[in-house]
């Protein structure tokens, strides 16, 4: 069997690029990897986008969802050729479930009083998404990241439509397929509680990094690759 190839899908208020680190580790470990641009539409066309890019890589993929990405992951991994899932400080939805219900079950964390509100142009109209108050960002999502490169990161956020938080996720991949979850421990983006609690109900290998932030993998790159290589070779 080939070796899977580790696609990773960034989360919201990130791009691709926060992989960096991470995809650097795994080359160094000769595992093929690719990072495709998560749309941050809406959960059906964001999962059905990254669905599309799986099946059209050869071979077996293992799907690695950042935040956000960790729902789209959970509805993508019904591709075929999806043989194991890694959430890195992520949500773990249920199937039928939505991300504000999966939160709901805790206490909000920072980011969601720290949110500013933008509009974006659809077909019908006008529609709304999210990005982190600049000021807030680097306590709220990379605290552990230096101040630098966290500056560069607030002022290029993608944004996320808010129909992210509603809508509900399709299909649960994680009930067929084996799954790892990285848990950020200082995570001040998303409850800790919810990345535990997902991760078990999930029955996926946990990995807890204290003190790490939300952006795990841009301030941990090296433990969040060798989850991932864990992830690959147990599956390949």
Not at 14 to 34: K, M, N, T, Y
Not at 62 to 76: D, F, Q
Request: negative net charge; glycine residues 8%.
């Amino acid at each position: 069997m080939p070796t899977p190839t580790a696609v990773l899908v960034h989360g919201a208020f990130a791009d691709a690029a926060s992989w960096s680190g991470v995809i650097a580790a795994l080359r160094a470990e000769d595992i093929p990897v690719l990072a495709p641009p998560n749309p941050l539409r809406g959960l059906a066309a964001d999962a059905a986008y990254i669905a599309s890019v799986a099946a059209q890589t050869d071979g077996p993929v293992v799907l690695v969802g950042h935040s956000y990405g960790g729902a789209v992951i959970t509805v993508a991994g019904a591709a075929e050729n999806v043989v194991g899932l890694v959430y890195v400080a992520a949500y773990v939805p249920d199937e039928g479930e939505s991300l504000g219900e999966l939160q709901g079950r805790y206490p909000l964390a920072p980011l969601a009083s720290n949110l500013r509100e933008w509009s974006y142009p659809t077909e019908a109209g006008t529609a709304t998404e999210f990005t982190i108050e600049t000021g807030a960002f680097p306590q709220v999502f990379a605290a552990d990241v230096p101040a630098d490169t966290t500056k560069i990161l607030a002022l290029s956020q993608r944004p996320l439509a808010a129909s992210a938080f509603t809508e509900k996720a399709a299909i649960a991949a994680w009930r067929t397929k084996p799954s790892w979850a990285v848990i950020a421990d200082a995570d001040q983006a998303i409850n800790l509680d919810v990345q535990r609690f997902g991760a078990t109900r999930a029955n996926a290998r946990p990995t807890e990094l204290p003190g790490a932030s939300h952006a795990v993998a841009v301030s941990r790159p090296k433990e969040v690759a060798g989850v991932i290589a864990e992830a690959v070779r147990t599956t390949g």
